[in-house]
Nanobody, 122 residues
Framework: VQLQACGGGLVQAGGSLRLSCAASGRTFSRYAMGWFRQAPGKEREFVAA????????LYADSVRGRFTISRDNAKNTVYLQMNSLKPEDTAVYYC????????????????WGQGTLVTVSS
């Protein structure tokens, strides 16, 4: 599966952005999806994940209550709605996919998209 993320940009603290990740292929609905991010000088970290049917989600403590992951299987797209953004949310955000939800949340998904940069100014 090929993934294409977009929606990043520059936003002031307290603002919102919505990231999108479009997937190729006919079997998108069978893949668990996740969002990860990497800030300058830091390791890549898990942000959120959603199961293949969409019934289960998981969030990092740092974003829970502010970010929402969702998916539209008819459009082969997963979203990350980011509200109440903070400067520490500044990072390159990556979407990822795997057939197993457990593999996504263990930070080892097989498929990765290119990153999209989110910059939050104070």
């Amino acid at each position: 599966v090929q993934l294409q993320a977009c929606g990043g940009g520059l936003v002031q603290a307290g603002g919102s952005l919505r990231l999108s990740c479009a997937a190729s292929g006919r079997t998108f609905s069978r893949y668990a999806m996740g969002w990860f991010r990497q800030a300058p000088g830091k390791e890549r970290e898990f942000v959120a994940a959603i199961s293949a049917p969409g019934g289960s989600t998981l969030y990092a403590d740092s974003v829970r209550g502010r970010f929402t992951i969702s998916r539209d299987n008819a459009k082969n797209t997963v979203y990350l709605q980011m509200n109440s953004l903070k400067p520490e949310d500044t990072a390159v955000y990556y979407c990822a996919a795997d057939s197993a939800f457990s593999t996504v949340i263990s930070r080892q998904p097989n498929y990765w998209g290119q990153g999209t940069l989110v910059t939050v100014s104070s």
